[in-house]
């Protein structure tokens, strides 16, 4: 595709972001050139709204347009379980699976000193606060199974270890409908690791 200063900065734009990446900025740009005017007119609007009225949850920290997002404002929620996880796109999963019914605490990203983040550019000042106001009984730790993922639940097992918390990981292994000879030997180890009893 051809281009010109003005996609160029579009696209190097949209790749700055954590995803989508080069490739798909230039996708995405390619599908904006072809929408009729009045489209990319009402997308650039949307964006707009979107950035004006968007916030962080005062209680988890997930993005909302209220005070408090639909889950936080939920009576009927456990209040005494929180899940910790890395990012709103991870709540928005685990909600769509209906398999938790406490609350959240979004700590916006992972710890990766090599891109300069620490527990001070993530929010576990304010997951810690939360704990120490009382009435939590369990920290579901639900961060990604990566290096830093990894990294960062291990530190926070550290930094909860005292407080009067149960302190929990997410289960990994085998998959529903997967077949043992197409899984990685990590998530076959931790399979074997994570097993129990019939």
């Known amino acids: ?18 995803t989508p990446g080069r490739r798909a900025a230039q996708t995405m740009l390619a599908g904006i050139l072809r929408m009729p005017q009045e489209e990319a007119v009402r997308l650039a609007r949307l964006i707009l709204e979107v950035k004006k009225k968007t916030r962080a949850c005062a209680g988890c920290f997930t993005l909302t347009e209220e005070e ?18 890395e990012e709103p796109h991870d ?28 527990p001070d550019e993530l929010r576990v000042r304010e997951l810690l606060g939360r704990i120490r106001e009382g009435g ?14 990894e990294a960062t639940a291990l530190y926070l097992g550290k ?17 529903v409908g997967g077949e043992l ?10 399979a074997i690791e994570n097993r129990r009893e019939l």
């Not at 595709?1 to 954590?18: F, Q």
């Open 1 to 18: 595709m051809g281009s010109s200063r003005t996609t160029d900065r579009l696209v190097a734009e949209l790749a700055r972001r954590p």
């Open 68 to 85: 408090l997002c639909p889950v936080c404002a939920d009576p009927g929620r456990d209040r005494g379980v929180i899940c910790v996880v």
């Open 91 to 118: 709540l928005a999963a685990l909600e769509k699976a209906r398999g938790h019914r406490g609350l959240y605490h979004v700590l916006g990203g992972v710890l990766s000193p090599l891109e300069g983040i620490g």
């Open 136 to 149: 939590v009984r369990e920290v579901l730790v639900a961060t990604n199974p990566t290096l830093e993922g």
């Open 159 to 175: 930094q909860l270890k005292g407080l009067g918390v149960a302190v929990t990981r997410l289960a990994r292994g085998v998959p």
């Open 181 to 190: 000879e197409y899984l990685d030997e990590m998530t076959l180890a931790k």
